[in-house]
């Protein structure tokens, strides 16, 4: 099947890009209109990724920059889910990339300064791709909350963010995964530049008892949906141009 | 009444300051993939024009975004996509996509790829032909000759800390003056003084292409955006 267009993004479902309460977004939200674009080439198509980009062990978090024999420190989960589309399908052969704070809310980055210690064992990214069946999974160390300068007590959730491909251009998206009963989500002013509870609600994960592994790691289950396509334009597609 | 049972597209959130640690893992301080994706665009079989496109990101206050991250999109010179359908069609090693963050002391980003061809328009794909297109076709149609193709271009996404949903644009290249003046893309924005935000400045530098593509985010001659 040829790719078909996207369906129009929902931008009410989206944040906008301004939000007073997040203070970063007032000097870099743009303030025209977006200009709407119906879609071609540019925005239908997008890279494929195979098992020659990336390693097996991408994935796992625990081991990825931990020393021989050692683990970071940290309540041991699984990530999993599907990758699916606004249709219901899944979207095979993804990138799906994340990153995180340690466990005591700590980024591994040059420019991160809170006083939590880095650990030693603990790199915080990982990478991998969907199989057949849009599905993935993760394994790492639940991260820690951590404080940021926005209002002058701010705490950020804990929270995994998730880079994504799809199979058009016009799918990539990036957003953050939160844990289910985690009481900073409702505080938090990145979390609430999105407006509708409903939305919020489909970036926390749930608890997920059947994909636990009994006396070693618990599981929280986030599954991920990249815009849809239609299938009927390409159908009178002028064959042979 | 019945139910659409269409899902919701996940909702975006901001890449944070730290988009390093997941995509570009190497400028956060740390090595630990065998590889990071997406330094090399083209490869080294690439036909075409060899180019470089760099600039900044600018905020509302003029002030340059050091913590941002740009991915590239782009065709081959013969205006295909590497994408899935098109496997075989473009030079072994052409990918046509990057990622580049800006360096954390200037805001400076730059990549090296391979200026473009024209792409088929809408268009094309769909197969209508309204009457004023007959009279675009012919000379935009590097590789698609007789029907009607946008200008040269490579799509771009941004991401940073601030920016709630990823924002994507389009570099056209000040050379293609005839095909950008024809482009269906550039002619929908209604003020043409917006266009101008969109097309790069060609210059040469120690025998280099240079393309300079600054972005502005808010103010006088914010860059145009689309929502795609
Ligand atoms: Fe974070």
Redesign the interface.
Known sequence: M??GE??Q???R?????Y?KD?K?????????A????????????????GHN???PI?NDLIL??AKPGESPIGERIIVHGRV?????RPVPNT?V???QANAGGR??????TYLAPIDPNF???G?TLTDENGYYFFRTVKPGAYPWRNWVNDWRPAHI?V?VFG?G??Q?????MYFEGDPLIETCP??N??KDK???G??IAPLDRNATIPLDTIAYKFD?????RRST??E???EG? | MQKLDYLKETPSQTAGPYVHIGLAPGAAGFDIYSQELGWDIAGPNAKGERIRVEGIVIDGTGSPVKDVMLEAWQANADGIYAHGEHAGEVEEGFRGWGRVITDFNTGEWGFDTIKPGPVPARGLMTGVRPAEEEEMQDAYGRGHAGLRAMAPHINLWIVARGINIGLNTRVYFSDEEEANAHDPVLNIIEWERRRQTLITKRSERDGQVVYRFDIKLQGEDETVFFDI
């Not at chain 1, 977006?34 to 879609?39: A, F, H, K, P, V």
């Not at chain 1, 699916?84 to 219901?88: H, I, V």
């Not at chain 1, 990539?172 to 953050?176: A, G, M, P, V």
């Not at chain 1, 991920?224 to 849809?228: D, E, F, K, Q």
């Open positions: 040829k790719p996207f369906y993004r929902d931008r479902w989206h944040p906008a890009a939000d997040y970063t977004s007032v000097t870099r939200s743009p303030q025209y977006l200009i709407s674009l119906q879609n071609s080439m540019s925005e239908i198509t997008g890279p494929v990724f980009d990336i390693d991408d990825n920059y699916l589309d606004e249709n219901a990138l990339e994340i990153w980024y591994r980055h040059k420019k991160d790199g915080g990214c990478r963010h880079s199979s251009f016009a990539r998206l990036i957003t953050q990145i979390v530049t999105i409903a939305a919020i489909q970036l991920i949906v990249l815009r849809g334009l390409f009178n597609r002028l141009n």
